[in-house]
């Protein structure tokens, strides 16, 4: 993977997915290569500090571009039969598939992580929830109609709800574009997408080869820019419908102001501090092993990652000790190698926040177990961390870290750990570990989230909704649930009579 393949974004530049310093063109608007006059923008390898690529950014009048394709795209788009839809989506999933590779390169350079989730995570969910979409795309299913009133028929129409403004975080880039362009092409609606200005690859990449599966132009445009200027300007954007967004908690917040300046619909998936509850008829290997996966993946920064241990009194100090020792056999290091286990932070910025944190929890009474430095040498890297006995009140135990670090507190009984576990603000996912299927159905119903694994932390699938509740936001990504952000109920309701004088009229006027 080490160099990564060349990338044509077209207008006769090319990118390696490599540390070499190369240009890439910054926005993809109407099919091709836009020319912005935004200023330059350093794409940096967090593991190795080497540029990846010069992005050229995007501007505001460069949004309004963008917006004024997708809405000239629209009718056509949103006419188009399911069938013409569908098949676009499921070319695109087969090249998907033919670029593994440049997608690969492409991700584990502008992210750092390694390239063993990049190839069995990113890519292979992306390219599912894109076949998913494609089958969808043929069954937006409604009520059936029917004569709910003697005199008339009534049906349902769903359509497309017009243009859609998304806006995308550098955590998993290609599938947080997969997550939101998919279904709103899939519905018909047209779309312009703003990544994370320093992940924007994957998602042009995704645009230029939805235009060799036949998406017509203007359907999908890219716009790359910083969040104060661009993203403010797309999310604000009078002439769009719909705005959905996946990032941090505040600044969701924000895009949800700007939207509802022009009353526009928006759909939020923001942060999380996941409670990760063992029981004390939990199976502890199974635990411990599950809780340093939901917490080391993409380097803890996943929105819905274990963060919270919150766990029975008599396992407590067996828990802590066996998620010790195995965070101690975690491989640190380059994320081209396929033994790494655990890559960079996003940036050194994001690694001294991370490291911030976890040095003020001694002094909120946390004990930091293992972890809790950075190794030697260049690279964001950060050792993963556990840090026992949190306060309730602690920051670390409070705020979201993203970063691979897990707080434990014990509890004392099931009324206590349910408790704890819904002593958030955030919403998004949580776990149950335990063999007692009252106890199962208990924590599934009363811990409060989008979604409650039992016996299991992380795994997502492209048939369920993913989106939370509270702070975490609201709508969902992923599955047919997904249709209800990008699509309009209109009711049709046809007089079957005939008749000049309808029954009703004499409520309303009477000829004397
Ligand atoms: P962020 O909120 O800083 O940025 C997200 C996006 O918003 C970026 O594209 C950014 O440029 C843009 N942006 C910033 N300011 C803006 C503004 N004023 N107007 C419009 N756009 C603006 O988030 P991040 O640091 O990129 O990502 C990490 C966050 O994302 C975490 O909080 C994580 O929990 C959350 N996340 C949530 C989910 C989910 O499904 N709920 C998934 C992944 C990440």
């Not at 910054?26 to 099919?31: L, V």
């Not at 599938?175 to 997408?193: D, E, R, Y």
């Not at 809780?291 to 920064?301: C, F, K, P, R, Y």
């Amino acid at each position: 993977m080490e160099g990564g393949a060349p990338v044509d974004y077209g207008g006769g530049m090319t990118a390696t997915a490599s540390d070499k310093t190369s240009t890439v063109a910054g926005s993809w608007i109407n099919g091709a290569v836009a020319q912005t006059t935004g200023p330059t923008h350093q794409l940096v390898n967090p593991a190795t500090g080497g540029v990846v690529a010069e992005l050229a950014l995007a501007t505001p009048a460069d949004v309004d571009t963008a917006v004024g394709a997708a809405r000239a795209a629209l009718r056509g788009w949103a006419t188009a039969a399911p069938v013409e839809r569908s098949a676009v989506l499921a070319k695109l999933a087969e090249l998907m598939e033919a670029n593994a590779e440049v997608f690969i390169a492409e991700e584990v350079s502008q992210t750092g992580k390694p390239v063993r989730l990049a190839t069995e995570f990113d890519l292979p969910g992306s390219i599912d929830n894109v076949a998913f979409f494609a089958g969808a795309a043929r069954r937006l299913e409604g009520k059936a109609s029917a004569e709910y009133s003697a005199d008339h028929t009534s049906s349902i129409r769903r359509e497309a709800v017009g243009v859609v403004a998304t806006i995308t975080p550098w955590n998993y880039p290609l599938q947080m574009a997969v997550w939101k362009v998919i279904p709103a092409l899939a519905a018909g609606c047209t779309v312009v997408i703003k990544p994370a200005e320093i992940t924007p690859l994957t998602t042009l990449t995704l645009a230029r080869l939805a235009k060799e599966a036949g998406l017509p132009d203007g359907a999908l445009n890219v716009i790359t820019g910083a969040g104060a200027d661009v993203g403010a300007a797309l999310a604000g954007h009078p002439d769009v419908d719909v705005v959905t967004f996946t990032g941090s908690t505040a600044v969701g917040r924000r895009v949800m102001a700007a939207a509802a300046v022009h009353g526009h619909r928006t759909q939020l998936e923001l942060g999380g501090k996941a409670p990760f509850v063992v029981f004390s008829d939990a199976d502890l290997d199974a635990a411990v092993q599950g809780a340093v996966a939901g917490s080391l993946i993409n380097t803890g920064q996943d929105c819905t990652a274990a963060t919270r241990a919150i766990v029975a009194r008599e396992l407590y100090d067996d828990f802590v000790a066996g998620v010790a020792e195995v965070m101690g056999k975690v491989v640190i290091g380059d994320p081209h190698d396929p033994d790494t286990d655990l890559g960079p932070l996003i940036s050194a910025a994001h690694r001294d926040k991370v490291a911030g944190m976890v040095s003020r929890a001694p002094d909120q009474g946390g004990r930091v177990v293992t972890g809790g430095r950075a190794p030697e040498g260049p690279g964001a890297f950060y050792a993963p961390t556990l840090i026992a006995d949190v306060a309730e009140t602690s920051e670390v135990y409070r705020e979201e870290i993203f970063g691979p670090v897990l707080t434990v507190r014990a509890f004392t009984d099931d009324d206590d750990a349910l408790r704890q576990a819904n002593d958030t603000q955030y919403g998004l996912a949580a776990s149950a570990w335990t063999r007692d299927v009252y106890r199962a159905q208990r924590a599934s119903r009363e811990i409060n989230a989008g979604c409650v694994w039992i016996n299991d932390h992380i795994p997502i699938i492209s048939e369920m909704p993913h989106g939370g509740v509270g702070a975490s936001g609201f709508g969902k990504d992923m599955s047919d649930y997904s249709f209800e952000e990008y699509l309009t109920i209109k009711h049709v309701m046809s007089d079957i009579t005939g008749v000049v004088e309808k029954d009703w009229h004499r409520t309303i006027f009477t000829k004397r």
